[in-house]
């Protein structure tokens, strides 16, 4: 039997957030709030790490972090962009594979020479 109900829970939308979203969600909770989510992730889906990610926050809490304005927005990159690579198949450079036997610069030295 369920000791949580999704009503009870702090965001609608729980059970759809990713562990990302949901880290960035968490950090205006309260303790009794992480508690919930915590019995509810335990009873229900019992994703590994949403349980150490509230767990942390739990503990973090406990040691005397200060709450802050966690947002239902996920977080952008500079100017307002979504955040990103801009790395593409046109920025990348070419593969590099050096020869087994050296590079141009280091040349193998020929297998008799070793014990000389």
Do not use: C, W
Not at 3 to 30: K, M, N
Not at 47 to 69: F, K, Y
Not at 80 to 91: E, F, K, L, M, Q
């Amino acid at each position: 039997m369920s000791t949580t109900d999704h009503d009870e829970l702090p965001f609608p939308d729980y059970d759809h957030l990713s562990a990302g979203e949901l880290g960035h969600r968490i950090r205006s909770l309260s303790h009794e709030d992480l508690e919930q989510l915590l019995r509810y992730e335990r009873e229900h889906a019992h994703r590994t790490h949403v349980i150490a990610l509230l767990t942390s926050r739990l503990h973090q809490l406990e040691e005397g972090s200060p709450r802050s304005p966690g947002s239902s927005v996920p977080p952008t990159g500079p100017e307002g962009r979504p955040g990103g690579s801009p790395v593409s198949p046109a920025t990348s450079p070419e593969p590099y594979n050096p020869p087994p036997h050296g590079t141009p610069d280091q040349p193998a030295k020929p297998v008799g020479d070793r014990f000389r």
